[in-house]
């Protein structure tokens, strides 16, 4: 069956730097494009950004020039680089993958950006 875990959260300073990891299972990765979205307290979940199959990248305006989203589908991975990171981007962060129109997530890791 479908997996994916997210993991790599924790507390981070304004400023600071974290790399998150989606591990995916129960379907050929390198064939499908890869989410990662995020929910922060009281708000509603908001797509971070995209990568294809191919490799291409799609990020949100919020995240634009500080996070990168990249997978290696030798290890089944995409990862989400987050940099330059501020409060308000304290979520958690999950990873989705769609897949004949069923969309399947993980269970999420949490990011606080807090000093």
């Known amino acids: 069956q479908v997996q994916l875990v997210e993991s790599g959260g924790g507390l981070v300073q304004p400023g600071g730097s974290l790399r998150l990891s989606c591990a995916a299972s129960g379907f050929t990765f390198s064939s499908y494009g890869m989410h990662w979205y995020r929910q922060a307290p009281g708000k509603e979940r908001e797509l971070v950004g995209f990568?294809?199959?191919?490799?291409?990248?799609v990020d949100a305006d919020s995240v634009k020039g500080r996070f990168t989203i990249s997978r290696d589908n030798a290890k089944n991975t995409v990862y989400l680089q987050m940099s330059s990171l501020k409060r308000e981007d304290t979520a958690v962060y999950y990873c989705?993958?769609?897949?004949?129109?069923?969309?399947?997530w993980g269970q999420g890791t949490q990011v606080t950006v807090s000093s």
């Open positions: 989705k993958v769609r897949i004949n129109r069923n969309d399947y």
């Open positions: 990568i294809s199959s191919g490799g291409n990248t």
